[in-house]
């Protein structure tokens, strides 16, 4: 499984930008389709929330890739 970074800019991020940012998915819809589907986990957990607001210190996996926000 991969681990990359993501810096935040501010206090938070949308779920489905952060898969784009990432490299995750290709734009925000497809991150929206990909959440959507139920295969994004934040903390361990399913998010079915798109628009889901992820701060400092959560993790995000998809698609066998992990992305630890700071």
Same mark, same amino acid.
């Given at each position: 499984?991969?681990?990359?970074?993501?810096?935040?800019?501010?206090?938070?991020?949308?779920?489905?930008?952060?898969? #784009?940012? !990432?490299?995750? !998915?290709?734009?925000?819809?497809?991150?929206?389709?990909? $959440?959507?589907?139920?295969?994004? /986990?934040?903390?361990?957990?399913?998010?079915?929330? /798109?628009? !889901? #607001?992820? /701060?400092?210190?959560?993790?995000?996996?998809?698609?066998?890739?992990? $992305? #630890?926000?700071?």
């Amino acid at each position: 499984m991969e681990t990359t970074t993501f810096e935040l800019q501010g206090e938070f991020i949308e779920l489905c930008n952060l898969l #784009k940012l !990432a490299g995750i !998915a290709n734009s925000g819809g497809q991150g929206k389709v990909m $959440v959507s589907d139920g295969i994004v /986990r934040v903390d361990g957990n399913i998010e079915t929330r /798109r628009t !889901a #607001k992820i /701060r400092s210190g959560q993790v995000v996996e998809c698609l066998g890739q992990t $992305v #630890k926000v700071l």
